[in-house]
């Protein structure tokens, strides 16, 4: 039994624009933790590493 073209057409565009919205969460939700938890990380990070590495330099 097949499908019908508008059927067919309904099914793939929703699961087209599931997809996509899925993509758009999924790349939002990555780019706010990464900009957020990666970066508060590095700056701490990079703090510790600067000011342990500033009073070797100096002495």
Known sequence: MRQSPAIQWASHTLITFSGTLLT???????????KSYVHNK???KLMIRVDAAVPSAKS
């Open 24 to 34: 758009i969460l999924a790349m939002g939700f990555v780019n706010f933790n990464w």
């Open 42 to 44: 590095l700056a701490i």
